[in-house]
C-alpha cells in the first residue's frame, strides 16, 4: 500500500465549475500535507501547504486535511482553462522527504 | 536563479547501455531529490541527499542505479545497465532547510525523458 493514494482520474469539468480533488494517506506521523501542480512536460511545483488539520485558502484554492480520517482535499473555485493540469497530494512527517499520490489529471473545458 | 537544472531533457538509449543524468540544485539549498515518474507508480523518490551525503537511497530499485553529490552545486543518477523498464521521466528536486515553508517546499527541475529501447 502507498503510503498517499490519490484518484488518478482523469476528471473533465466545464469553465467556472467547483473542482474537488481527494487523497487519503496512512502514516499518522505525517504534519505537513502538500498540492503540488504540474502542467504537461514540466516538473512538480508547490501550489500550496497546511500544517496539521483545518483550511487553507489561497484565492481560488482551499486545501483542507482532516487527520481523524486521514483525508486530504483540494478544492477550486470559478475553475479556468489555466488550471488544467495534474494535481498531486504529498505528505510528510519530521524529515524532508515528500510521499507524492500517483495525480489527478484535470482539464477544465472553456 | 534558473531553478533547478536538468541535462539531458530527453535520452534515448538501447538496452545494456550507461545512461547518465545530471542536476545542477538552486544555489543554497541543502537537500536535494531525485525521482522518477511513470504512469503506472507516480512520483517516487529514489535517493535523497542532504549537504551532499546520501541520507535515504531505499527507493533506489536496483544495484543498477547509484547517485553522487560531489558538491553542492552537481548530482548525477547513473544507470548501467539501463533497461527498457527503466524508461521513465526522471526528475531532480532541490529544497532549502529555512525560509517560508522549509521542507514542504521542493522546487523541481524540468525533467529527463528516458527511453531504453
Known amino acids: 500500500q502507498k503510503e498517499v493514494e490519490q484518484d488518478p482520474g482523469p476528471l473533465s469539468v466545464p469553465e467556472g465549475a467547483i473542482v474537488s480533488l481527494n487523497c487519503t494517506y496512512s502514516?499518522?506521523?505525517?504534519?505537513?500535507f502538500m498540492w503540488y501542480r504540474q502542467y504537461s512536460r514540466k516538473g512538480p511545483e508547490l501550489l500550496m501547504y497546511t500544517y496539521s488539520s483545518g483550511n487553507k485558502e489561497d484565492g481560488r484554492f482551499t486545501a483542507q486535511v482532516d487527520k481523524s480520517s486521514k483525508y486530504i482535499s483540494l478544492f477550486i473555485r470559478d475553475s479556468q482553462p489555466s488550471d488544467s493540469a495534474t494535481y498531486l497530494c504529498a505528505s510528510r512527517g519530521g524529515a524532508n522527504n515528500l510521499f507524492f499520490g500517483t495525480g489527478t489529471r484535470l482539464t477544465v473545458i472553456p | 536563479d534558473a531553478g533547478v537544472i536538468q541535462s539531458p531533457r530527453h535520452e534515448v538509449t538501447e538496452m545494456g547501455q550507461e545512461v547518465t543524468l545530471r542536476c545542477k540544485p538552486i544555489s543554497g539549498h541543502d537537500y536535494l531529490f531525485w525521482y522518477r515518474q511513470t504512469m503506472m507508480r507516480g512520483l517516487e523518490l529514489l535517493i535523497y541527499f542532504n549537504n551532499n551525503v546520501p541520507i535515504d537511497d531505499s527507493g533506489m530499485p536496483e544495484d543498477r542505479f547509484s547517485a553522487k553529490m560531489p558538491n553542492a552545486s552537481f548530482s548525477t543518477l547513473k544507470i548501467q545497465p539501463s533497461e527498457p523498464r527503466d524508461s521513465a521521466v526522471y526528475f531532480c528536486a532541490s529544497s532549502p532547510t529555512s525560509g517560508p515553508g522549509g521542507g514542504n517546499i521542493q522546487y523541481f527541475g524540468a525533467g529527463t525523458r528516458l527511453s531504453v529501447l
Open positions: 502514516n499518522s506521523a505525517f504534519q505537513y
